[in-house]
């Protein structure tokens, strides 16, 4: 089944997909045996792997090839973070093609100006773009998608930029107008609240998708609930749980005077074999190596 298609699939078996990020094939493969529904190339993620903030600083190439690198190594679907869609809407239908064939099964994209601050940073200057400009860049999403399977969510960034909800429903309105198939709705407040009262109120027709990064009390069973919420994207889990791992154990060498201590504690060199599928490796030697 193509990949877009079994994103919808799933939704509809499953109710609530939840989507864990991946900076990396190898966090893409732990995330497929951990048994999340999909995979969210996280933008954040792929910036804080460069050492960079997550302010438009990476290309639309950069993304790509770390995209096209996660859909090479899982079976799972991808929803894809391309932030405002690189520009205008010009941009967006070059954008589409390019994530479309690179193996993408959604693409989320944000209300917010070019080039965007990130989200969840404190005092971060957050300007959102015109929302008949925003509709121009939904309905050209939708108007280049090749198979009506890929999802096109419209993300409002409303409440991260203090507008309050009124503007963040208003704004999620128009975007169902313009085509979007579902709602990302983000908060950066550090309980559910503004985004249960979001979904209190929403009366649309598109369901909602959320990122509990600021607010991991909302969980699967809270988001269930609700009744609207379709997708849970952990959006900056991955590379936090990967950075905490390296943090602590290069600390412990230096301490240490070397890795005899922390070497008990780190995934074994045979579990990094497994999950490089060196087995089937040995088994093509074998048989083709003359
Ligand atoms: C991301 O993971 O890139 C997101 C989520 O967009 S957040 O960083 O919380 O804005
Ligand atoms: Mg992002």
């Known amino acids: 089944m193509p990949p877009a298609k079994s994103l919808r699939v799933r939704m509809a078996e499953n109710g609530l997909l939840q989507i864990m990020a991946a900076h990396s094939p ?6 497929e ?13 792929l910036a804080a792997l460069y050492g960079l903030a997550d302010m438009s600083l990476l290309s639309m190439t950069q993304h790509l090839d770390m995209l096209r690198a996660i859909a090479g190594r899982t079976r799972l679907p991808i929803v894809a973070d391309i932030d405002t869609g690189y520009g205008n809407a010009i941009n967006v239908i070059h954008a589409i093609g390019e994530y479309e064939r690179a193996g993408a099964s959604a693409v989320v994209i944000e209300d917010k100006t070019f080039p965007k601050v990130t989200s969840l940073v404190a005092g971060g200057r957050q ?11 939904i309905e050209a999403a939708i108007a280049t ?46 309980d559910p609240s503004e985004i249960e009262s979001f979904s209190r109120a929403w009366t649309g027709s ?9 607010y991991p009390d ?36 230096m301490a240490d005077g070397g890795a005899q201590n922390v070497h008990k504690d780190i995934l074994p060199v045979e579990e990094i074999f497994r999950l490089q599928r060196m087995e089937e490796i040995k088994a093509a030697e074998t048989r083709f190596l003359r």
């Open 26 to 31: 190898l966090s893409a493969i732990l995330a």
């Open 33 to 45: 045996e951990a048994g999340f529904d999909g995979l969210w190339a996280s933008g954040f993620e």
């Open 127 to 137: 300007e959102l773009l015109r929302v008949e400009e925003f509709q121009g860049k």
């Open 145 to 190: 998608r090749a198979t009506p399977d890929f999802l096109v969510i419209a993300r409002t960034e409303a409440l991260i930029a203090g507008r309050g909800e009124q503007e963040a429903l208003d704004r999620a309105r128009a975007y169902v107008e313009a085509g979007a198939d579902m709602i990302l709705v983000h908060s950066k407040k550090n």
């Open 206 to 214: 598109a369901p909602l998708v959320i990122v509990p990064n600021a």
């Open 218 to 253: 909302l969980d699967a069973s809270r988001a269930k609930a609700l009744g609207n919420v379709r997708m849970m994207i952990y959006g900056n889990c991955g590379i936090r749980a990967a950075a905490i791992g390296m943090q602590e154990a290069f600390r412990r060498v």
